[in-house]
Each structure stands twice: as structure tokens, then as C-alpha cells.
């Protein structure tokens, strides 16, 4: 199994991005799919999850301004990052995992780095 993250980089804050998590290995239509990112010195903590239905749910922080998505035909689950602040920079994860199953993957990260 492989999940391939992309698309993070330095921003100003107001900033937008678009993360990309590529997987292989795993059939990406029935696996629920998140974003979760870890600040130094904090817990890796939820960003973003997207059910194999299309359901999502966000962390508080978040909501309004980061939208996840997932193209079953690309195996690909994004992240578009709109109105970006200092505080969202972090180690970005892709996660995958399948809903009746203890076993998950990771990522190797993305790092995203917001300038006030």
C-alpha cells in the first residue's frame, strides 16, 4: 500500500493550496479517506475525512475554509486549503483506512508552512 502526498508548500498567509494524496495498493472506493496534520511539539489531530459515500467531516478550525474531496477514478483524495493562517502550518498526512477494519495507512507527509 502507498499514499503519495503532494502539493504542500510555503504560503502567506490568505494563502490557498491544494494537497493530493495519490494510493495504490488498496481499493480506493471503499476506503474512507483523511487529512490530518501534526504542528511541532502537538498531536496529529484531524483535518479532513471523506467516507467511501462522499460523507465529510472537519475539524472546527477548519470548516469554511478547507474543502475534501476524492476522485475514485484517479484513486486521488484532495485537500483545497483556502484562507490559509499561520496556525495551519503543519505536517500534512494522508490516511485511508476501510470502516469496519482496525487497520489503517499513512502517508509519508506533506509539509505546509503558513508566513504571517
Known amino acids: 500500500v502507498q499514499l503519495v502526498e503532494s502539493g504542500g508548500g510555503l504560503v502567506q498567509a490568505g494563502g490557498s493550496l491544494r494537497l493530493s494524496c495519490a494510493a495504490s495498493g488498496i481499493i480506493f472506493s471503499i476506503n474512507d479517506m483523511g487529512w490530518y496534520r501534526q504542528a511541532p511539539g502537538k498531536q496529529r489531530e484531524l483535518v479532513a475525512r471523506?467516507?467511501?459515500?462522499?460523507?465529510?467531516n472537519y475539524a472546527d478550525s477548519v470548516k469554511g475554509r478547507f474543502t475534501i474531496s476524492r476522485d475514485n477514478a484517479k484513486n486521488t483524495v484532495y485537500l483545497q486549503m483556502n484562507s490559509l493562517k499561520p496556525e495551519d502550518t503543519a505536517l500534512y498526512y494522508c490516511n485511508a483506512g476501510l470502516p469496519w477494519s482496525t487497520i489503517d495507512y499513512w502517508g509519508q507527509g506533506t509539509q505546509v508552512t503558513v508566513s504571517s
Open positions: 471523506i467516507t467511501s459515500g462522499g460523507s465529510t
